[in-house]
């Protein structure tokens, strides 16, 4: 089969009505009829000789060929769009310096794969220095506003106004105790507010110390700027505090953090990325921005 221009459209329809789970969730994102959208459809299972889907009381459901062609559509632009943003970086000839702001430790964070996110930016825009730094999430604001960053990736508890935020994914947090901390061993069917509120909780500076308004506490035992203190502050046994389930996984999996009744106090932070308005219209920002929300939404 000769790929042409009608049949790239015809499979873009085909993906969105895969993605959305059916014709009539596609309507609104695709801006067409039903019986047009049954059309295109007809077209391509002609094109290809395949019937890719199956419609009824049983609901919208994808046959094995029509899989086996979303799949390998999906694989087709990715490449399309790697190739225009290469052929984009080519004929822009992106240069100068690309300032990057990111929170700390999110290496373990898997709905963050930035390294993949690089390694295209490098590919697309060879000649572009990357500058990155690590800071709490008020500073990379802070440097967003003032110019000194273009992007900052993070989970934002406070928003700066005039600055554009794209989401990316949510962070799932629990509340954890270190082995010897006196909850380490108790039933999570006995663990109440109440109870929580009768140990330290560590409170994180950088999220404006909202876990002790989760606990209606007045006055911290600890504080911290950094997820690293707040790990050594559970692992001691002697306090509480939260973590992202990623960063927690070794030490939980090794038996030497639990995480408390996440049913009642777990929590996710929303992570974002942060621009100015203007800073989009640049080209290495622009492609940063689209590369990044490609590989978050995978």
């Not at 799932?172 to 999570?188: I, K, M, T, V, W």
């Amino acid at each position: 089969m000769h790929v042409d221009t009608t049949d790239l459209r015809l499979l873009r329809i085909f993906l969105t009505i895969a993605e959305s789970g059916g014709f009539a969730a596609a309507q609104s994102e695709l801006n067409l009829s039903l019986p047009t959208i049954s059309s295109h459809m007809a077209a391509l299972e002609g094109r290809l000789g395949l019937t890719l889907c199956r419609r009824g009381r049983a609901g919208f459901a994808l046959t094995a060929e029509g899989n086996a062609i979303y799949e390998e559509a999906r694989h087709l632009f990715l490449a399309l769009d790697r190739f225009e943003q290469r052929a984009r970086a080519l004929q822009n000839r992106m240069s100068g310096t690309l300032t990057l702001g990111i929170v700390d430790n999110t290496i373990t964070d898997p709905h963050l794969p930035l390294e993949r996110v690089f390694a295209r930016f490098a590919e697309a825009a060879p000649e572009v220095v990357v500058s990155i730094v690590t800071r709490p999430p008020s500073e990379l604001l802070r440097d967003v506003v003032s110019r000194q960053l273009q992007i900052a990736i993070g989970s934002f508890p406070r928003v700066a106004l005039g600055l554009d935020y794209t989401d990316l994914y949510t962070e799932q947090q629990n509340l954890y105790c270190g082995r010897e901390h006196p909850l380490f061993a108790a039933e999570d069917a006995g663990i109440t507010i109440e109870l929580v509120r009768q140990h330290r909780i560590v409170a994180r500076s950088y999220w404006g110390l909202r876990d002790l308004k989760v606990f209606a506490i007045a006055a911290p035992r600890a504080v911290v700027s950094d997820m690293e203190s707040t790990a050594r502050l559970i692992l001691s046994g002697a306090y509480l505090g939260y973590l992202p389930d990623h960063y927690a996984a070794p030490d939980a999996q090794a038996g030497r953090l639990r995480a408390i009744r996440p049913d009642l106090f777990g929590t996710k932070a929303l992570f974002q990325a942060a621009t100015v308005p203007e800073s989009k219209a640049e080209p290495m920002v622009a492609l940063f921005l689209d590369l990044l929300a490609e590989e978050t939404r995978r």
